[in-house]
């Protein structure tokens, strides 16, 4: 009888482990969804800066992700409008955790690809309010996540950087879906104590059996300007050649990406 | 050779033509800072409108670009030549390109090349430059000048192998006294320098190389100095035949971007050096650094070198009346970019100083979008230098500030 309730305690607690997860596993799986969906993926993006004066610029770009091992991915980025950037593409590497990233930019005007040095990932991405990191995703090793709430819908976390001279905020509160572990909702709160900064995932669909962000906005509280990105002709496990991902291709970018 | 480049422009131009086009409409202005006897007292007085467009016919793809050009400046401007790019039209591009099988590409036709690892400072790229157009305030896109030529790389394992053939020496669109003085007072629009350009064929070479984040590459290069490199008995300015080997290397460093470069140039026609009419030999080295300062500021310095060979034969054979050249010539640059307004505002700053030649060279601008469409451009080319005869030192009557306003659709 006693082997039986110790068998049964047993269980129990297995059972409990696999429902109850740990913050960082919830973090890990948040990524995951995130940003890296299948083996790889290509989607179309229109982004619609709005600012604080009611002015708006538009980029359109088409991404291609391809994913390797170890956290590895390689991104390439090619810009059709506006006039300005019109056939530009970018290209990175990135080499996982706590590595920096490779990037380059092909200027197409005087045929050139530009190594880009190293640089601040919270700088804006082409222009807009949405960060060189909403894009590609931040290193969850930067940061130290802890529990605030578990509803019925998500997991409530709060994450607080590990070096906090090295980015703008003291902490960000993150919300995610309990059934997808997408993120959301994001609110980033500076050493003043207000929320300043907003991204949120407006709508989901389930794309190629993948539940994907098809739109998403960020607002700068403090600049009142925003931005929504909406995400369109969306694939994964497309296929895409790791050697897409090079100079070659930035030189003459691929059909997959201009077409 | 000219009535077949037509042709193969018609070719191109027919397909494209049943799509919309892209591109802008520019005016630029640009003015002397002090007089200079001989020149107008603008440097350029300008409206350009750019079109453009890529079209896919089954394997192949097909590029077009050209500019349309009424230079209130050129004299010359309703002489159109298509190969120089004289007169009122440009074309920037017009290329097929095709790839035969996985590791081959093909490019053929008018294209703008570059490649090396230098910020403005050029050692391994031999491709065609317009000077004229860098020192007189056009927008930088202008200082590559187009290749007429065959593009072929081949990519065997990690190895990407570049053969540019250039059928017809393409030189650089070289200062000529027409618009931008140099050796003051020598050179002017009535009076531009008289040339001797070859019309044999160009080879450019590369072997490149990833080692994880390291960037590495051999270049050769066949064919010509790209700019007068010499003087024949009759004044005229010419091109005598150039040999180039060179190397470079690029990798992350000290939380920014470390090159290296290095080039020899073997002048053919005069190795020993004894010929005043012909370029010494002469090795180039580059070391550039480039990293982000803070948030939306980048900084980037570099240091490069030229060292004549046969410094002493040069000395000897040089007529007593013009000033020598040192063997040595370093000089440093700085460039400062800073975006402003969520990157609405680009300040841009790059200065060229030579210690050795005591000249330099400042290149300043202002760029700021109103909107996707509308562009406005304020900038200023400064030259300054102790001595008549140096690099930047002959260009001081040039300094200039210009304006421009750009809209793309």
Same mark, same amino acid.
């Given at each position: 009888?006693?082997?039986?309730?110790?068998?049964?305690?047993?269980?129990?607690?297995?059972?409990?482990?696999?429902?109850?997860?740990?913050?960082? #596993?919830?973090?890990?799986?948040?990524?995951?969804?995130?940003?890296?969906?299948?083996?790889?993926?290509?989607?179309?993006?229109?982004?619609?800066?709005?600012?604080?004066?009611?002015?708006?610029?538009?980029?359109?770009?088409?991404?291609?992700?391809?994913?390797?091992?170890?956290?590895?991915?390689?991104?390439?980025?090619?810009?059709?409008?506006?006039?300005?950037?019109?056939?530009?593409?970018?290209?990175?590497?990135?080499?996982?955790?706590?590595?920096?990233?490779?990037?380059?930019?092909?200027?197409?005007?005087?045929?050139?690809?530009?190594?880009?040095?190293?640089?601040?990932?919270?700088?804006?991405?082409?222009?807009?309010?949405?960060?060189?990191?909403?894009?590609?995703?931040?290193?969850?090793?930067?940061?130290?996540?802890?529990?605030?709430?578990?509803?019925?819908?998500?997991?409530?976390?709060?994450?607080?950087?590990?070096?906090?001279?090295?980015?703008?905020?003291?902490?960000?509160?993150?919300?995610?879906?309990?059934?997808?572990?997408?993120?959301?909702?994001?609110?980033?709160?500076?050493?003043?104590?207000?929320?300043?900064?907003?991204?949120?995932?407006?709508?989901?669909?389930?794309?190629?059996?993948?539940?994907?962000?098809?739109?998403?906005?960020?607002?700068?509280?403090?600049?009142?300007?925003?931005?929504?990105?909406?995400?369109?002709?969306?694939?994964?496990?497309?296929?895409?050649?790791?050697?897409?991902?090079?100079?070659?291709?930035?030189?003459?970018?691929?059909?997959?990406?201009?077409? | 050779?000219?009535?077949?480049?037509?042709?193969?422009?018609?070719?191109?131009? @027919?397909? @494209?033509?049943?799509?919309?086009?892209?591109?802008?409409?520019?005016?630029?202005?640009?003015?002397?800072?002090?007089?200079?006897?001989?020149?107008?007292?603008?440097?350029?007085?300008?409206?350009?409108?750019?079109?453009?467009?890529?079209?896919?016919?089954?394997?192949?793809?097909?590029?077009?670009?050209?500019?349309?050009?009424?230079?209130? %400046?050129? &004299?010359?401007?309703?002489?159109?030549?298509?190969?120089?790019?004289?007169?009122?039209?440009?074309?920037?591009?017009?290329?097929?390109?095709?790839?035969?099988?996985?590791?081959?590409?093909?490019?053929?036709?008018?294209?703008?090349?570059?490649?090396?690892?230098?910020?403005?400072?050029?050692?391994?790229?031999?491709?065609?430059?317009?000077?004229? /157009?860098?020192?007189?305030?056009?927008?930088?896109?202008? %200082?590559?000048?187009?290749?007429?030529?065959?593009?072929?790389?081949?990519?065997?394992?990690?190895?990407?192998?570049?053969?540019?053939?250039?059928?017809?020496?393409?030189? #650089?669109?070289?200062?000529?006294? #027409?618009?931008?003085?140099?050796?003051?007072?020598?050179?002017?629009?009535?009076?531009?320098?008289?040339?001797?350009?070859?019309?044999?064929?160009?080879?450019?070479?590369?072997?490149?190389?990833?080692? &994880?984040?390291?960037?590495?590459?051999?270049?050769?290069?066949?064919?010509?100095?790209?700019?007068?490199?010499?003087?024949?008995?009759?004044?005229?300015?010419?091109?005598?035949?150039?040999?180039?080997?060179?190397?470079?290397?690029?990798?992350?460093?000290?939380?920014?971007?470390?090159?290296?470069?290095?080039?020899?140039?073997?002048?053919?026609?005069?190795?020993?050096?004894?010929?005043?009419?012909?370029?010494?030999?002469?090795?180039?080295?580059?070391?550039?650094?480039?990293?982000?300062?803070?948030?939306?500021?980048?900084? &980037?310095?570099?240091?490069?070198?030229?060292?004549?060979?046969?410094?002493?034969?040069?000395?000897?054979?040089?007529?007593?009346?013009?000033?020598?050249?040192?063997?040595?010539?370093?000089?440093?640059?700085?460039?400062?970019?800073?975006?402003?307004?969520?990157?609405?505002?680009?300040?841009?700053?790059?200065?060229?100083?030579?210690?050795?030649?005591? #000249?330099?060279?400042?290149?300043? /601008?202002?760029?700021?979008?109103?909107?996707?469409?509308?562009?406005?451009?304020?900038?200023?080319?400064?030259?300054?230098?102790?001595?008549?005869?140096?690099?930047?030192?002959?260009?001081?009557?040039?300094?200039?500030?210009?304006?421009?306003?750009?809209?793309?659709?």
């Amino acid at each position: 009888m006693k082997t039986l309730l110790l068998i049964q305690m047993l269980l129990s607690s297995l059972a409990f482990a696999q429902t109850e997860l740990s913050v960082d #596993d919830i973090i890990l799986k948040a990524e995951q969804a995130a940003y890296y969906a299948g083996k790889d993926g290509i989607a179309d993006v229109k982004m619609v800066i709005h600012d604080a004066n009611g002015g708006t610029r538009e980029r359109d770009f088409r991404i291609l992700r391809w994913n390797g091992e170890d956290g590895q991915q390689k991104f390439y980025v090619y810009f059709r409008s506006p006039g300005d950037v019109r056939g530009m593409a970018y290209l990175v590497w990135k080499h996982g955790r706590g590595k920096e990233d490779d990037r380059w930019l092909w200027l197409p005007a005087i045929g050139k690809v530009n190594r880009i040095a190293p640089g601040d990932k919270r700088t804006s991405f082409v222009g807009s309010d949405f960060v060189y990191e909403d894009v590609s995703g931040r290193d969850p090793a930067a940061d130290t996540h802890e529990w605030v709430e578990t509803t019925d819908t998500h997991y409530h976390l709060r994450s607080v950087p590990k070096d906090p001279g090295s980015v703008e905020f003291a902490f960000y509160e993150v919300w995610i879906d309990k059934e997808t572990f997408l993120p959301v909702k994001a609110e980033y709160t500076h050493s003043r104590g207000e929320i300043y900064r907003r991204v949120t995932a407006d709508e989901v669909e389930t794309i190629d059996g993948y539940p994907t962000v098809i739109r998403s906005t960020v607002e700068d509280v403090s600049r009142s300007s925003k931005t929504i990105n909406t995400f369109s002709n969306i694939h994964y496990d497309a296929g895409l050649n790791e050697r897409l991902f090079s100079e070659r291709f930035l030189r003459r970018p691929p059909r997959e990406a201009v077409q | 050779m000219k009535l077949q480049w037509r042709t193969f422009f018609a070719l191109l131009i @027919l397909p @494209l033509s049943a799509q919309p086009l892209e591109g802008f409409v520019e005016g630029r202005l640009g003015g002397r800072l002090q007089s200079d006897p001989g020149q107008d007292s603008a440097t350029i007085r300008e409206l350009r409108l750019q079109v453009g467009k890529t079209h896919y016919a089954g394997p192949l793809e097909l590029e077009v670009k050209a500019d349309l050009l009424y230079d209130d %400046l050129d &004299g010359y401007r309703n002489q159109v030549d298509v190969r120089t790019g004289g007169g009122w039209v440009d074309v920037r591009t017009a290329s097929a390109a095709f790839r035969p099988t996985m590791w081959m590409d093909v490019k053929a036709g008018r294209q703008v090349l570059t490649w090396g690892t230098g910020d403005l400072l050029f050692l391994n790229d031999l491709f065609p430059k317009d000077w004229q /157009s860098f020192f007189n305030g056009r927008d930088l896109e202008y %200082l590559k000048a187009p290749s007429d030529a065959v593009w072929i790389s081949v990519f065997p394992g990690d190895w990407t192998l570049d053969v540019v053939w250039t059928p017809r020496f393409n030189s #650089d669109r070289y200062l000529d006294g #027409d618009g931008i003085s140099f050796f003051p007072g020598t050179y002017t629009p009535d009076n531009p320098l008289p040339v001797d350009e070859p019309d044999g064929m160009e080879w450019s070479l590369r072997a490149a190389r990833h080692v &994880g984040s390291v960037e590495t590459a051999m270049y050769a290069y066949e064919g010509y100095w790209k700019s007068p490199g010499g003087m024949d008995a009759e004044g005229r300015g010419i091109f005598p035949e150039l040999r180039v080997w060179g190397a470079s290397v690029l990798f992350p460093a000290a939380g920014g971007l470390l090159n290296a470069e290095t080039a020899y140039y073997d002048s053919l026609e005069d190795r020993q050096g004894t010929n005043p009419g012909v370029n010494n030999s002469e090795a180039r080295f580059l070391l550039g650094y480039t990293r982000e300062l803070k948030t939306n500021l980048t900084m &980037g310095v570099q240091g490069y070198a030229e060292w004549m060979r046969n410094y002493d034969a040069y000395t000897e054979t040089q007529p007593e009346m013009q000033p020598a050249r040192d063997e040595w010539r370093r000089l440093g640059t700085l460039r400062l970019t800073r975006h402003l307004m969520n990157q609405k505002m680009m300040l841009s700053g790059f200065v060229f100083y030579s210690p050795t030649d005591q #000249d330099m060279y400042l290149r300043g /601008s202002v760029e700021y979008a109103w909107s996707d469409q509308w562009m406005t451009t304020l900038g200023a080319n400064a030259f300054a230098g102790e001595k008549e005869h140096t690099f930047f030192g002959q260009f001081e009557d040039n300094s200039n500030l210009y304006v421009a306003i750009r809209r793309w659709f």
